[in-house]
């Protein structure tokens, strides 16, 4: 059949421009051309580690700076915490002091009142002696002014008091 | 003329083999893709090969036919 | 943009050269129509592109077509002449002792009266000399392997100059997802990673060489509706090419499994042997063999559905032959791509078997 057998013509044609553009294609068309995607694609995978590298940076950083809040606030309430200990103190201490003041000042008040009333006492008892001193001798003025009522009296006060 | 009937008979019966064997291949590469679609870029290659081993077959019988037809 | 330009300054060029052929007279009772004559003479070759045809008012079928150069090697003599000087077969040329005759588009050599000799089959006896004529095939396939080269030089400097980072545009957008495809899904896939370069040149060019082919091929007028890549010619010579890639790079471990196959007993070896002799020239035979009847098959389909009108000369039918011849027309459109495809991805499956270390 005639379109079954190869043409030497057409063969040689089809030798000649396949290789000729095989030839100028490698040069001129598929070594840029795959040459360019190969550098895109070298290009998206080092932007991509970068992009890793980028993240894992700032997963790092994020992870720092969470570190440094909880240490701050750690900190932070540690502080608080000392300040309300100390305040604590400094309130107990105080109240502790001002309790003892009180206490001191109190025993101070109750010491006056006490030698005051004791003063008191003494000069009540002996304004009291003084007075039944006069009160007495005047009494026995009125009541001794009679020798028998005298001696009435002497013995009295004589068997009143024991002598042993 | 009874020569070329007989060639077309013959061009029938390539037909139907080839189109058979090629239908099952299709038929069992869709049945693996649809079970293993993870795969099945690889699967549609081993396809196509093997179909083209059959076409090449197919065709062999049918320039044959042609030929002494 | 600028392939665009040169395309029509290459075409404004050529078009001064259109030959009119002489009219001829179209006979009274116009004979039946030979549709097997009509699409041989398609899907054949011929030494003039043929554009158009038509009435005239006076009657005469005119025929307007490019004539184009024959190569004739002769003798010892190269002869180089338009072919509008056969004037369709009606004219005899020289060369040397001899005549050249174009009958039925080929060329023969004849005495002076341009007798041609039949055998019993009624197969012309009559010698062919060496012929390296620009045919139809010929011209469409130079034109192709321009568009082509035009195409990726010009993307190629894009590429160069605007650098890989940039944003693809343009041709770019159309061209780098089938060369990415090519490069990972076809050759990659199939091929060792440290050989792919070595080869993903010659499979590029195979693959748009035949897809830009096949589609210059499926253009219905001028510069297209060659058959090309649906002539035995070329995908012989690619598929020799095939070979060649697969046997010239052949690894130890393939020329081992072809002659000495490992892992059998020797009686089966020695029957083994024949069958991969046999094998390493049946795969690129059945690649010729594949692209050749696809495509061919395909002009045959759509020239044999439009041909309906014809052979029932009846504009009834025209709708639906012309539904259905444009159907099969947006199919080819898929085959044209597929069949590059199928070429591209046996190609790199053969060389990958031949050269990819033994895992």
């Given at each position: 059949m005639g379109i079954l057998t190869p043409d030497p013509g057409l063969v040689f044609w089809t030798s000649l421009s396949f290789i000729t553009l095989l030839l100028i294609l490698r040069k001129y068309a598929w070594k840029p051309i795959l040459r360019a995607l190969k550098v895109r694609e070298e290009y998206i995978e080092f932007s991509l580690k970068d992009a890793e590298q980028a993240k894992e940076e700032i997963r790092k950083m994020a992870e720092t700076r969470k570190q440094m809040m909880n240490a701050a606030r750690l900190e932070r309430e540690g502080l608080i915490r000392e300040a309300r200990e100390l305040k604590e103190e400094i309130i107990e201490e105080a109240r502790a002091a001002a309790k003892l003041e009180a206490a001191r000042m109190v025993e101070k008040a109750r010491e006056q009142i006490d030698r005051e009333r004791k003063e008191a006492v003494a000069n009540i008892r002996q304004q009291v002696g003084l007075m039944s001193l006069e009160i007495a001798e005047k009494i026995l003025k009125e009541e001794l002014v009679s020798e028998e009522k005298q001696q009435s009296v002497i013995e009295k006060y004589l068997q009143q008091v024991d002598f042993n | 003329m009874e020569g070329m009937s007989l060639t077309v008979i013959g061009l029938g019966i390539i037909v139907l083999g080839a189109s058979l064997g090629i239908g099952r291949i299709g038929q069992a590469a869709m049945e693996a893709m649809a079970r293993q679609p993870e795969i099945s870029s690889k699967i549609q290659t081993a396809m196509i090969v093997i179909a083209a081993l059959i076409e090449g077959a197919a065709l062999f019988a049918i320039v044959v036919a042609w030929l002494k037809g | 943009m600028r392939a665009l330009k040169n395309l029509v300054f290459l075409l404004l060029f050529f078009v001064p050269v259109l030959a009119f052929a002489a009219p001829e007279e179209t006979k009274e009772d116009a004979p039946e129509f030979d549709v097997t004559g009509m699409i041989m003479h398609h899907i054949g070759d011929a030494y003039d592109f043929h554009i158009i045809s038509f009435t005239n008012g006076r009657g005469e079928k005119v025929h307007v077509s490019l004539p184009l150069p024959v190569i004739i090697w002769h003798e010892g003599h190269l002869q180089i002449f338009m072919?509008?000087?056969f004037q369709g077969g009606a004219a005899l040329v020289a060369a040397g002792d001899d005549y050249l005759k174009l009958y039925h588009e080929k060329v023969y050599l004849t005495d002076a009266e341009g007798t041609i000799y039949y055998d019993d089959a009624h197969q012309v006896l009559n010698p062919k000399p060496l012929n390296l004529s620009i045919t139809k095939n010929v011209a469409s396939m130079l034109l192709a392997s321009l568009l082509l080269a035009m195409v990726f030089i010009s993307v190629a400097r894009v590429y160069a100059k605007r650098g890989g980072l940039s944003v693809p545009k343009g041709l770019q957008l159309a061209i780098e997802p089938v060369v990415l495809y090519i490069r990972d899904d076809i050759v990659g896939a199939q091929i060792d990673k440290d050989k792919v370069n070595k080869f993903l040149p010659f499979l590029l060019t195979v693959f748009f060489f035949i897809w830009f082919n096949n589609m210059l091929g499926l253009i219905p007028f001028f510069p297209g509706g060659a058959n090309m890549s649906g002539n035995i010619s070329f995908t012989l010579t690619l598929a020799v090419f095939t070979f060649f890639a697969t046997n010239l790079f052949g690894s130890r471990h393939y020329w081992k499994e072809i002659l000495w196959p490992p892992g059998a007993p020797v009686y089966v070896k020695l029957f083994l042997i024949p069958i991969e002799f046999i094998g390493m020239f049946t795969k690129p035979f059945a690649l010729m063999l594949r692209l050749f009847a696809n495509i061919t098959a395909g002009h045959i389909i759509v020239l044999s559905l439009t041909s309906i009108i014809f052979v029932l000369q009846?504009?009834?039918?025209a709708p639906l032959s012309v539904l259905l011849s444009l159907m099969i027309f947006s199919l080819e459109f898929l085959v044209a791509l597929l069949q590059a495809y199928i070429f591209t991805l046996l190609s790199a499956l053969f060389i990958g078997l031949a050269v990819n270390e033994h895992h």
């Open positions: - | - | 072919s509008s000087r009846s504009i009834y039918v």
